[in-house]
């Protein structure tokens, strides 16, 4: 068992095995959408001070070993949310007009809210390296939201999440009952 320095005891530890290969997901997710959707409802139990604590301790221990240009999984397959903020930061970046921005790269989804016209993300390379990566979309940079405060808020969000980023899956399974 391990505490934290806000005093919270866990016995949760997330190591590279648990990780699962970003081409197992589907397969794996087939398998265990029940259960996870179980440990979700009890996630949503916890203590949101404490759930928060477990979880961004599992988020930095399972990020200071794992590669995310190994996987990039969430570059090739969903689109950000994109502010006016951040039109303005990408038309900066890559030194075009906000306007033609969006007329070459976004449309509005059926939220009303700006993303890609299609994925994979029009600024990831074949190695996975972003060519926008100091200037990228806010919930790129915050995602896959394992390190946000009140992650109670996100339980949902992160069962989708699940089915694309194996780190999110890692740290989900580590609660199954």
Same mark, same amino acid.
């Given at each position: ?43 949503? +139990?916890?203590? !949101?001070? @404490? #759930? ?5 301790? *599992?988020? =930095? $221990? ?32 890559? +030194?075009?007009? !906000?306007? @033609? #921005? ?5 449309? *509005?989804? =059926? $939220? ?66």
């Amino acid at each position: 068992m391990k505490s934290n320095n806000k005093g919270v005891s866990t016995n949760y530890s997330v190591k590279i095995g648990d990780i699962p290969a970003p081409g197992e997901l589907k397969g794996l997710m087939a398998l265990n959408r029940k259960v996870l959707k179980k440990t979700v409802q009890h996630l949503a +139990k916890i203590n !949101p001070r @404490d #759930l928060d604590t477990i979880i961004h301790s *599992l988020h =930095e $221990e399972a990020f200071s070993f794992y590669d995310c240009l190994k996987c990039a999984n969430c570059c090739r397959s969903i689109s950000p949310a994109i502010s006016h903020n951040d039109v303005e930061q990408l038309a900066k970046k890559l +030194k075009v007009k !906000p306007s @033609d #921005l969006v007329v070459k790269y976004l449309h *509005l989804d =059926e $939220e009303g809210d700006f993303v890609f016209q299609s994925a994979p993300c029009p600024f990831i390379d074949e190695e996975n390296y972003c060519s926008v990566y100091s200037h990228r979309p806010k919930a790129c940079r915050e995602y896959p939201h394992t390190d946000r405060s009140r992650f109670y808020q996100l339980l949902n969000l992160s069962l989708k999440n699940a089915e694309i980023c194996p780190v999110v899956y890692a740290i989900l399974m580590k609660f199954q009952k």
